[in-house]
């Protein structure tokens, strides 16, 4: 058998169909163990990096070095904290890791930073709540180490940032992962790795973060594609929306930090625990929050906790009308100037909507136009429309 490999593979080399189809096999499989470690690597710096100090400057300031970034303060060490209860949450756990610049003399800090960054419709979406929530603070955490440059580098000025930090109710914090999961009942789980050997990493991982943190503090948590309309101070917390006549969804969440919320948060993070499934998108978000309300109210029927309010123990569900008057499937509409006013119509006793950035982050609009997102943002977060530019 060995004396004949020679023979052999001269034949199947020969073969030109079979020496393409070996040859497209091996770019396949070099590229793929490529792309595979490309993530990992990006994944390892994002968020699991347990520690990243502030970078070091040798040597005595200069223009150069006086203006490297600076990390983001903890949310876990840093004051103000959060006030159990009375705060709204969003979350970024995306990774905006730059290119290797070359470092400059008088420089030696590593330019490989996680740095912050926002979207024109994140920083609508944190500005609204902000805005109509005036005595909440608004935390937005960064999962993982995230810098911004310094305030003397003119270089780098951030009109996005600029508008949010005019609000003196907002609170840009990083957290670490496993310092924010320790003494909490998801710890080991994270400690065991499974998060990330998910196949949608970044979205189970704001997954685990929302209902990490509704545990440790209450309050609301909110996705980062919402505009809020009014103020939902005076809403007694507890509560969630329908997506549709089957699911609830965990875009919009509300745990008392005591009591009953507290008991329900712990009630989600056990579920994610028990279900969790890295190769399904929505089990671990929306899945966490419909089984645990289908089990607090006995039942799998949406309507049956709409109607009878009772049956959930306190614990309310909005119908689609409060958060997701425009379902999924009609995402178009917010960005089609000839649905304005129907738009408008439809959402005028929502307390927020949601724009699926899923589906709708390629879609640009003017600032100006005459779009129903352009209308909510112009109106209800408008120094981030006007820092946007000429599209939003």
């Known amino acids: 058998m060995l004396m004949r490999l020679p023979l052999m593979l001269a034949r199947f080399l020969h073969n030109g169909r079979l020496r393409l189809l070996f040859l497209g ?40 070095n006086v203006n490297i970034p600076r990390i983001l303060d903890d949310v876990l060490l840093t004051e103000p904290k959060p006030v159990p209860g009375r705060s709204i949450f969003f979350h970024e756990t995306s990774c905006h890791r730059p290119k290797r610049k070359r470092q400059r003399p008088g420089q030696s800090f590593d330019t490989q930073y996680n740095m912050l960054q926002l979207t024109a419709r994140q920083s609508c979406a944190i500005e609204s709540a902000a805005l109509h929530n005036p005595n909440f603070h608004v ?27 005019s609000y003196k109710n907002v609170q840009l914090r990083q957290l670490n992962l496993w310092r924010y999961a320790k003494g909490t009942p998801i710890e080991d789980w994270l400690n065991d790795g499974k998060l990330f050997r998910s196949s949608y990493l970044f979205s189970h991982i704001s997954d685990f973060l929302r209902f990490l943190t509704l545990y440790r503090y209450g309050g609301l948590y909110l996705d980062m594609d919402v505009v ?50 890295g190769s399904d998108w929505g089990n671990n978000g929306p899945g966490v929050i419909t089984r645990v309300a289908q089990a607090i109210c006995g039942t799998k029927d949406i309507t049956l906790m709409l109607e009878d309010r009772k049956r959930c123990l306190g614990f309310k569900i909005f119908d689609r009308n409060a958060f997701y008057a425009v379902p999924w499937k009609h995402w178009r509409h917010f960005f089609e100037p000839q649905l304005l006013e129907q738009t408008l119509a439809h959402t005028k006793d929502s307390i927020l909507v949601h724009v699926w950035n899923k589906h709708s982050k390629q879609q640009a609009i ?10 909510y943002a112009e109106q209800h977060c408008p120094r981030s429309y006007a820092a946007a530019g000429e599209y939003f």
């Open 25 to 64: 096999l091996v770019v396949l499989l070099v590229g793929s163990i490529l792309l595979t470690y490309k993530w990992r690597e990006d994944v390892q710096f994002c968020f699991m990096g347990r520690e990243q100090p502030e970078p070091q400057v040798i040597g005595p300031l200069t223009d150069t």
């Open 139 to 165: 935390f937005v955490l960064f999962a993982g180490p995230t810098y911004r440059h310094s305030d003397n580098n003119s270089q780098h000025q951030q009109p996005l940032i600029d508008a949010l930090l």
């Open 228 to 277: 809020m309309l009014r103020s939902i101070e005076d809403v007694p917390p507890n509560f969630t929306g329908a997506e549709s006549n089957t699911h609830l969804a965990a875009g919009v969440m509300s745990f008392a930090a005591t009591g009953f919320g507290h008991e329900m948060a712990d009630l989600c993070l056990r579920d994610f625990i028990n279900n969790f499934d």
């Open 366 to 375: 003017k600032v100006g136009s005459s779009t129903a997102y352009g209308k």
